[in-house]
T-cell receptor, first 113, second 114 residues
Framework: DAKTTQPPSMDCAEGRAANLPCNHS???????VYWYRQIHSQGPQYIIH???NNETNEMASLIITEDRKSSTLILPHATLRDTAVYYC??????????????FGKGTRLSVIA | DSGVTQTPKHLITATGQRVTLRCSPR?????VYWYQQSLDQGLQFLIH???????AKGNILERFSAQQFPDLHSELNLSSLELGDSALYFC?????????????FGEGSWLTVV
């Protein structure tokens, strides 16, 4: 079962920042927070992940609260191509002990022109 | 392009038949994962192989089986197919080294059972 809670849907105006929340109140110390997205029926696309610290890459920023019970994915300037289902996943990921990704229902983000 | 290659991209077959889906992981990745996505079920984890050994099983039916070969490619075998097996099947791979490593997905194989 998914260990995260996300709103089922969100809208965002094109060019504005999209802030996608995720609750993971039962996260363990060795679990990372991962974000993936799926555009229509394409393969899920990796966005970003983090353990404790905030992370940023060319696609997005990940803000993790100090108690690690929630996080926010930020797409700084959303475009129409960012319309997708976004999945927040917690996962143990250490060496050969990797666990699979368990997907929940995610948040359907609609970017509106 | 994630570097994970899946074949075939599309497959139509009849009920009762058997099919094999193939996956080539990213170069050097030792872990392969299989997922099923049907319209009403979302993305469901099926099975995980690491360097040829089965590591974890999810919601995989007994009619389905998988294996990972010495060259690290993997095959998912689906037999006695039913209409409800129509779905997108994704393969994904990840490396062994490093904490917090990333899983990369292929573009999937569309299976239609008629």
């Amino acid at each position: 079962d998914a260990k995260t809670t996300q709103p089922p849907s969100m809208d965002c105006a094109e060019g504005r920042a999209a802030n996608l929340p995720c609750n993971h109140s039962t996260i363990s110390g060795n679990e990372y927070v991962y974000w993936y997205r799926q555009i229509h029926s394409q393969g899920p696309q990796y966005i970003i992940h983090g353990l404790k610290n905030n992370e940023t890459n060319e696609m997005a920023s990940l803000i993790i609260t100090e108690d690690r019970k929630s996080s926010t994915l930020i797409l700084p300037h959303a475009t129409l191509r960012d319309t997708a289902v976004y999945y927040c996943i917690v996962r143990v990921a250490i060496g050969s002990g990797n666990t699979p990704l368990v997907f929940g229902k995610g948040t359907r983000l609609s970017v509106i022109a | 392009d994630s570097g994970v290659t899946q074949t075939p991209k599309h497959l139509i077959t009849a009920t009762g038949q058997r099919v094999t889906l193939r996956c080539s992981p990213r170069s050097g990745d030792l872990s392969v994962y299989w997922y099923q996505q049907s319209l009403d079920q979302g993305l469901q984890f099926l099975i995980h192989y690491y360097n040829g050994e089965e590591r974890a099983k999810g919601n995989i039916l007994e009619r389905f089986s998988a294996q990972q070969f010495p060259d690290l490619h993997s095959e998912l075998n689906l037999s006695s197919l039913e209409l409800g097996d129509s779905a997108l099947y994704f393969c994904a791979s990840s490396s062994r080294t490093g904490a917090g490593n990333t899983i990369y997905f292929g573009e999937g194989s569309w299976l239609t059972v008629v």
